[in-house]
């Protein structure tokens, strides 16, 4: 189910892009075929994390945009083994980012960590990182490559940036902008442009959904650490609270610390170091000193404007990428386009 069912309108080209991801978790499904079952058994698992296919369907979307006629018969087979791709390094992605962040939760279900231990799903994500890498290369189109291979260095250089940055309580904007722009933007901009590329069209073309895809990520990132913070396992399906617990700050709580008073910031940063219970904890178990710790920040943030701050900011990354796609030309895709854009904020998954 893609991103593109939360909203209603553009039906017969919903429907037209629903059917290309089904084609491209055929092609998932039988790239990453072993001949081993105990390989065949985590690949299933993993298909599990599958959520609204955000990637894949920027490289769908892009690619119904920037051909001539605006539709579905603008997509070849290189834009489905694209959108393929793209999702096997996401998914990549997802199953180290559960190992570094100790999850045990993802899409409802266990993580792979939880369910085998971190050696093999450390592996599971090399395997699958590698047969992206593979199945890209059987385009025979060295630039597609080139462009997924820099997205790909550019996401492990934030998620680099990221770790060398826990427990930096004095974090600021600028460099947070730079650790999302890099894990998570820098990969949607690329399915946009890469779309583009398959066509030959325009570099100002490719450049106007490049900068689409980028400031899409921007805002999903800005979201998605929003829910971390306030949103409820239930909903999101996934662990949470995993960024207050390894010292990650995200944008609410560096506006939290550079807003409050001098009494406020100290008892965040206590309960972000650790080094004082929350009130009423007591040595009943992990896992309830984790739900008081969120609690607590929770408690915090609720009077103050730091969550709603980073909320206006992600509004404000879903106007600038929608007006990115302003001069495309005006067909039911660019305002499918649109909707993708506002779907964002809405997101409950």
Sequence with gaps: MSILLLNQNNTQLREQIEFALAEVEGLFAEELLSDLSCVN???THVEQYRGKMLRPTLVLVSGMASAAGGDAAGLSDAHRIVATVVELVHMATLVHDDVLDEAEIRRRGCTVNELTGNEAAVMLGDYLISHSYHLCSSLDRPAINHLIADATNTVCEGELLQLANRNNWGLDEQTYFEIIRRKTASLCGTCCRVAA?????PSEVGDYLYNYGEKLGIAYQIVD?????VGTEKTVGKTLGRDVQKGKLTLPL?????????SQRQQLLQIMNGSTSPAGSSTRGAELLVVEQMDAVRDLLAPSDSVR?????????????????????????????LDMADAVLTRQF
């Design 309 to 337: 701050y980073a909320n206006d900011l992600a509004a404000s990354l879903v106007k600038q990428a929608k007006a990115s796609v302003a001069s495309l030309p005006d067909t039911g895709c660019r305002k499918l386009m």
């Design 197 to 201: 590329l398959l066509h030959e069209a």
């Design 41 to 43: 058994t985590l690949v």
């Design 254 to 262: 560096i506006h939290y610390l550079n807003h409050s008073t001098d």
């Design 225 to 229: 650490d929003v829910l971390d913070l």
